[in-house]
Nanobody
Framework: QVQLRESGGGSVQPGGSLRISCTVFAKLDDFDSMAWYRQPPGREPEVWERELVAETTSGRRTTYADIVKGRFDFSADTTKNILYLQMNSLEPDDPAVYYC?????????????WGQGTQVTVSS
């Protein structure tokens, strides 16, 4: 089992910035993909209700959801095994619980690991 721990959530005004982090208690190089998801308020607390925000695959190519493209930046510090999501120009549609996620294949099985989530609120 791999543990992930998000931090850095909070409340910010519209147009503001926030950086959230995810400490992965394993080597990032061991994973085939790393991602940030979010679950907006009002959704059922199920994994399939989470929206993909940004993902980096084993080729280290990062893709972003259209709604955050140009505003959010996903980075990873492989020396510290920490994922970051820099969120700029936050909008009223961005509030959510943000989750980090890493996946890898092992013996023909896709293993998926999630953090516990960190709350981001956008409010004036």
């Amino acid at each position: 089992q791999v543990q992930l721990r998000e931090s850095g959530g909070g409340s910010v005004q519209p147009g503001g910035s926030l950086r959230i982090s995810c400490t992965v208690f394993a080597k990032l190089d061991d994973f085939d993909s790393m991602a940030w998801y979010r679950q907006p308020p009002g959704r059922e607390p199920e994994v399939w209700e989470r929206e993909l925000v940004a993902e980096t695959t084993s080729g280290r190519r990062t893709t972003y959801a259209d709604i955050v493209k140009g505003r959010f930046d996903f980075s990873a510090d492989t020396t510290k095994n920490i994922l970051y999501l820099q969120m700029n120009s936050l909008e009223p549609d961005d509030p959510a619980v943000y989750y980090c996620n890493v996946t890898r294949w092992s013996q023909g099985r896709r293993l998926v690991y999630w953090g516990q989530g960190t709350q981001v609120t956008v409010s004036s």
